[in-house]
């Protein structure tokens, strides 16, 4: 569908309409791609109240043509973080 807008204050509705309805379907997408309560509290599904090992990933997605596609990685266990951190201020990233 066509959008318009008449001035710069609906051209600006529109674009955070369309960037509120971006970030529903992702979050929606991410909901439905966990199948088990991880994060008591934050993350409980009541059709999947027990931790499930095989489900042990970060859930990350893509908007690709238009459609939120999931991406799956390995959760990082131990003492490092996958990351590095970011550098000092006045420093550059290497």
């Known amino acids: 569908a066509e ?30 791609a966990r199948r088990e309560t991880r994060w008591p509290g934050f993350g409980e599904y009541s059709d999947y109240p027990e931790l499930d090992e095989s489900q042990a990933s970060y859930v990350n997605s893509r908007l690709i043509d238009g459609r939120v596609t999931i991406v799956r990685r390995p959760l990082v266990l131990g003492d490092s973080y996958e990351h590095p951190p970011f550098p000092p201020a006045g420093e550059r990233a290497t």
Request: aromatic share 4%; glycine share 0%.
């Open 3 to 32: 959008l318009a807008a008449a001035d710069f204050r609906e051209l600006a509705a529109v674009c955070e309409l369309r960037h509120r309805l971006t970030v529903a379907r992702s979050l929606t997408a991410h909901l439905e």
